[in-house]
């Protein structure tokens, strides 16, 4: 029955973010597209209406780096920040999407296409609608927040109880939570400050404390507590009117997406899952990369041939290279790819990682692996449902079994399809790089996964991954 509340607030402070960060972000693109409308119809009235084609290509390329660029200057988080820098940062972020739109428009030879004053206006008039929208979001937070004050004490004051604390200071101004003592039977913390908290001994007092100072809730965390401790603890406040939480320390298993649900009437607790096995994620992303692979397939078919033409004249063999990889669920299946070496290469030497120094691949190899256009057979792949655009990059089994003893959590990148492109790689982890961080981005990927995200990656890959320094 105590199980029940597990991770119960942890969870909250979670969402709760997760649902203003996406609502921020959508007021964001709304504020954008809305004044770009009216800049436009205020320079034009309505004789250049509808809105040239132009104009709207540059509106949807500033919400496409909206997504990417906002992020990287931490405007869609509220919590933790002091209004005025906020702005400030906000500010510096709408600023960076003007340049890169201008400097892809001058790159382009286009500029001479839009209106100086149409620029002017949208700038500004994007600024006050971003600017008023953030300002009435804080507004109505701490109107709301008063209304929802909890007085709380955390049992436990080790090392997730110090989480905890550090979690709710950084959830403000979304949860307004005080945290008013410790209590904990450790000697070692019992009358010491535990992030600048007091720590009380002798748990059995903590029914008077809660009499005295009015709290709200009580945070029982199991860290040297065992069930007959915890069945005292909860003997001890039968008859204080509090909330009782019992928060588990399931992070100490590198938990991914994790959650907590009811089978047969009992508790579950999720500690490693897929964000696939929802059927609604499962689809979106079935039609994300069939679509999004027909297209590239569709509009890059002339380059495709034109490499095939030349790998057949300049080297002997096929034109394209099968290698058998590892993909979702630990499923084995055939990776296309141009063929960038010379016929059994490997031959003698058996399986070899990639190395900078590497010098197996023909002179046309070289071009294809440096500029990432060996991988393009790979949508034929995705078309298959074999690979996904975006995801984890595929290993060959050799490796695998070579990487899973060293790299902690390296199996948990087959929780979703491998990708052509991914998080990891965008980010520079590609090649012969330290595979720590790159399964650390693999994860995050995995626990941070949605269309945008997926999006987002595919942008960056245009400008990150093509002319990479770490592909060879």
Request: proline share 4%.
């Amino acid at each position: 029955m105590y199980i029940s509340k597990i991770s119960d607030q942890i969870q909250m402070i979670e969402s709760v973010t997760k649902k203003n960060i996406f609502f921020i972000q959508l007021f964001d693109i709304l504020s954008v597209i809305l004044s770009a409308i009216i800049a436009y119809t205020g320079l034009f009235a309505t004789e250049e209406w509808p809105i040239q084609v132009n104009y709207i290509i540059a509106i949807v390329l500033s919400v496409l780096l909206i997504i990417i660029v906002f992020p990287l200057f931490k405007v869609n988080q509220l919590y933790g920040n002091d209004l005025f820098s906020y702005i400030h940062r906000l500010f510096l972020a709408w600023l960076t999407v003007i340049a890169i739109l201008i400097t892809i428009a001058f790159s382009l030879k286009l500029s001479d296409q839009f209106s100086r004053k149409w620029l002017f206006s949208w700038t500004f008039l994007s600024l006050l609608l971003l600017f008023s929208t953030r300002l009435i979001i804080h507004y109505i937070i701490y109107l709301t927040r008063n209304d929802n004050f909890k007085k709380i004490v955390i049992v436990g004051a080790q090392s997730l109880g110090q989480t905890l604390v550090q979690r709710i200071r950084s959830a403000k101004p979304y949860l307004n939570i005080e945290v008013l003592a410790f209590f904990d039977d450790d000697d070692n913390l019992i009358n010491k400050a535990v992030e600048n908290i007091h720590v009380n001994g002798n748990i059995l007092n903590l029914s008077r404390f809660i009499r005295e100072n009015e709290i709200d809730e009580v945070w029982v965390t199991p860290q040297c507590i065992d069930q007959a401790y915890l069945e005292k603890i909860l003997h001890n406040l039968r008859y204080n009117l509090v909330t009782i939480r019992f928060i588990p320390n399931i992070f100490s298993f590198h938990p991914i997406n994790y959650s907590v649900s009811q089978f047969l009437g009992l508790p579950v607790i999720s500690l490693t899952e897929s964000p696939m096995t929802n059927e609604v994620n499962r689809t979106l992303k079935e039609i994300e990369d069939k679509a999004l692979a027909s297209l590239i397939l569709l509009g890059l078919s002339p380059l495709m041939l034109m490499i095939s033409i030349v790998i057949k004249l300049s080297s002997p063999g096929p034109i394209f290279y099968s290698q058998e990889r590892m993909g979702w669920n630990g499923k084995l299946f055939m990776m296309f790819k141009f063929r960038t070496m010379p016929m059994d290469v490997e031959k003698e030497t058996g399986p070899v990682w990639a190395k900078v120094s590497e010098n197996r691949a023909t002179q046309f190899g070289h071009l294809l692996r440096r500029t990432s256009l060996d991988e393009l057979p790979q949508l034929w792949n995705v078309l298959r449902g074999e690979m996904s655009i975006v995801g984890p990059r595929p290993e060959r089994p050799y490796f695998v079994e070579k990487f899973k003893e060293d790299i902690p959590d390296y199996m948990q990148k087959h929780l979703v399809k491998a990708g052509i492109t991914g998080w990891a790689q965008v980010n520079g982890w590609r090649g012969n790089t330290d595979l720590r961080k790159r399964i650390e981005h693999d994860i995050y990927y995995i626990e941070h996964w949605s269309v945008w995200f997926d999006l987002k990656i595919i942008f960056l890959t245009i400008f990150k991954v093509i002319f990479d320094k770490n592909a060879y």
